[in-house]
């Protein structure tokens, strides 16, 4: 085993912003005094010439631009007509947000176990939840892997229910050459900031090839509207301002170097748990034969966690837990039915689950601190 003694004057943030935000500052301000110079904030063609670009960029045929990744779940939910007396299948190992639009529009979330490998939904689980409730399955593409999709696919078509990917964290990632959010009826992705492509403040999109079904959800997304002023349906105020396209439209095309670039960190990660010997105690990520990882986050799983969580941020790493609490385990949920459900896989994942830092910018030097570290503790645990 490698031996190497943390370095002491090296600090590795989870994220770091600046450093993504550094070469291309001239275009951001650029772009953002051309929206301030024509005093067009909502809406208009930076909004729509976004779209374009995302639907491209995706494969989509449709891309419609909201308010944030929680908006695009809720407005294709509820473009779908999901509501009282329907149920939702969900993985319970997810965002909140996955949830939380299921049950704000008075619908039923179904939790169901998550696969013991990738930690993404279970198909099986998911034949087991279907009833003549089942409104929809959110298959979620977790950290940047997508999920299983085929047998959810085969599924959903036998029971003639919808798909909404929820795929937030997976801008870019395939699946036998096939994208993230192109593979269901609905796609749903988050600009949050720390978002492999991300904004100044919230945002998000929302994907389908079903032209009606687009018609919709523009509809929705500005109080059901059309024409001004008439309202055909009750919809939200789910539309995205004309700064955030902006800052989106510099850096979309940034995003394929950006994703090689954690792509290249996960392998030396790799590299780098074989050269200290960790294979007994830190459990990597996969990345199945046919799939692009994009790894929004880099997630390992290890015995000791929270102590390991303290002992790298004493030696100034950061980390965090995506995510602490499964869904069936929260207490915001305890009425519900399926949360007395067993899901075993997502329990012990919440226990052992530590994302490391990944981002495109980290440097070989600050890898190699990280790891350090993590065998560290590990010899001096066992």
Known sequence: MTTTRPAADVTVPLLDLVAQYRPIRDEILQAITRVCDSQRFIMGPEVE???????ALIGAEHA????????????????????????????????????GCVVRLGATPVFVDVDPVTLNVDPKAV????????????????????????????????????????????????????????????????????????????????????????HDIRLLRNHGMEPKYFHKRV???????????????????????????????????????????????????????????????????????????????ANRIGTEIYYPVPFHRQECFAGLPSSAAACPVADRAAERVLALPIYGELTEEQQRHVVSCIAEFYRRES
């Not at 964290?169 to 959010?181: K, L, M």
């Not at 949050?192 to 100044?200: A, C, Y």
Request: proline share 5%; aromatic share 8%; with cysteine.
């Open 49 to 55: 010439t976004l779209e374009l670009e995302l639907a």
């Open 64 to 99: 419609i631009a909201v308010s944030s990744g929680t908006d695009a779940l809720l407005v294709a939910m509820m473009a779908l007509g999901i509501g009282p007396g329907t149920e939702v299948i969900i993985p319970t190992f997810s965002f909140f947000a996955t949830a």
């Open 127 to 214: 034949k087991r939840a279907l009833s003549p409730r089942t409104k929809a399955i959110v298959p979620v593409h977790l950290y940047g892997l997508m999920a299983d999709m085929d047998p959810i696919l085969a599924l959903a078509r036998t029971a003639g229910v919808p798909i909404i990917e929820d795929a937030a964290q997976a801008i870019g990632a395939e699946s036998r050459g096939r994208r993230a959010g192109t593979l269901g009826t609905i796609g749903c992705f988050s600009f949050f900031p720390s978002k492999n492509l991300g904004g100044f403040g919230d945002g998000g999109l929302v994907t389908t090839n079903d032209a009606a079904l687009a």
């Open 235 to 313: 919809g939200g105020n789910f539309r995205l301002d004309a700064l955030q396209a902006a800052v989106l439209r510099v850096k979309a095309p940034h995003l394929t170097a950006w994703t090689d670039a954690r792509r290249r960190n996960a392998d030396r990660y790799r590299a780098l748990f074989d050269e200290f010997d960790l294979a007994d105690h830190v459990e990597a990520p996969v990345e199945p034969n046919g799939y692009r990882h994009i790894y929004h986050q880099f997630v390992i799983r290890g015995a000791k966690r929270d102590a390991l969580r303290d002992h790298l941020r």
